[in-house]
Every structure is written in C-alpha cells, then in structure tokens.
C-alpha cells in the first residue's frame, strides 16, 4: 500500500483527516486495496483527478467526505477552491508569456502562496 505525502502547499490537517478517515473506512468495511503493480500508472485502475479544478468537481460529488466531514465544510472548501481556480485562471488569461514563470511557476502562485504561507 502506498502513502504519498500531501503537497508542501497543502493543509496538512485536511490531507491527514482524509487519509485517516478514508483509511479506516477501508479497515471497517474491509476494502480490498485493489492490485499492487509496480507501476500504479501503468494499471488498469481509475486515475486521480489530474488539476485542482477536476478534484474540486470529483470532491463535490463524493459521498464518502460529505459523510465524513458534514455537506456545509465540503460546500465551503469546494467554494474556496473554485475560487482559487477562478483567480489563476483570470490571471494566466491576462499574463499568457510563460517566459516569465520561474521553473513553470508563475508570479501569481509566488504571491498566493509563498507571501501568505
């Protein structure tokens, strides 16, 4: 079983209390894991959402975290995220040279998150 490590941008209470909530939801009901392959990429299993705004949508129809965590706190983070995701967007449409990025990192993100956190 793999446990990967929440992003250093993320809220490490929320990740943890998914994972721990998720984990023993798996131990009560006894979930069967799934395959172990090698290479999880390459298995014929559904993959996790691949951007913010895509996991933001797949959240806001999951059964299992709205039980877990109330609808008003799924309602919220999904209204927050979807805000977030508003604001990049906006400004990518505005700033389109990418020469400007520092390692595929735009200005927006370093002020979003580097001079808040």
Known sequence: M????GDSAANP???IAAQAAAGLDGI???TDPGPVSDDPYSADVPQLPGSLAEAIDVLEQDGFYR????DGFIDYLVTMKRSE??????????NPDESTYVNGVTDWEHRE?????
């Open 2 to 5: 793999e446990n990967r490590v």
């Open 13 to 15: 209470y929320l990740y």
């Open 28 to 30: 009560f009901n006894r």
């Open 67 to 70: 039980k877990a965590f109330g």
């Open 85 to 94: 995701v508003s604001r990049y967007d906006a400004w990518v449409a505005e």
């Open 113 to 117: 998150y580097f001079e808040l956190f």
